[in-house]
């Protein structure tokens, strides 16, 4: 991430089927403790090695938090600041883990009009991926976005 301000997307510019820009990156065992104690979400299966494969996991795995922040960031990063996450949810079905290469990626699937002139409503699948399991990660937001104004046009 750049640390660059993001530019705003306006409704009027999205269609069905767009590509959101996602990010790839590596997972490390750095990052995961990090995250681990700064949640405090200390479940043994976030960080003790044995004790996961004893509860029949291959390794240890990242947790629902960091996995909602990289979503989270998606849509922030996509919509600009003035957007505003209407519903998001997702599912974890597979498990990313230290060493992984994960995607994090999404697509608009619908645009609505909604009920506020200065906004308009977009649908988007959201997925996190890994090049061990595929996607492990799938969800979905609805998302308000400004319109151009009048005087913009």
């Not at 997307?9 to 065992?29: I, K, N, P, Q």
């Not at 009009?113 to 996190?128: A, K, N, Q």
């Not at 090049?131 to 492990?136: D, I, L, P």
């Amino acid at each position: 991430m750049s640390g660059e301000p993001r530019a705003q997307r306006y409704w009027e510019d999205v269609s069905t089927g767009d590509d959101l820009e996602g990010f790839t990156f590596t997972l490390g065992w750095t990052e995961m403790a990090k995250q681990v104690s700064g949640s405090q979400d200390f479940h043994k299966v976030h960080h003790d090695f044995e004790f996961a494969r004893e509860g029949g996991h291959e390794t240890i795995f990242y947790n629902t938090g960091f996995t909602r922040g990289w979503l989270g960031r998606l849509l922030t990063d996509w919509m600009g600041p003035e957007g505003w996450i209407r519903t998001f949810g997702f599912q974890m079905r597979r498990m990313n883990t230290p060493g992984d290469e994960v995607s994090v990626r999404g697509r608009v699937t619908g645009t609505s009009e909604g009920d506020d002139p200065e906004t308009g409503v977009v649908d988007l699948d959201v997925w996190i991926e890994n090049t061990r399991e595929g996607v492990t990660t799938p969800g979905t937001a609805s998302v308000l976005l400004p319109r151009r104004s009048e005087s913009a046009n």
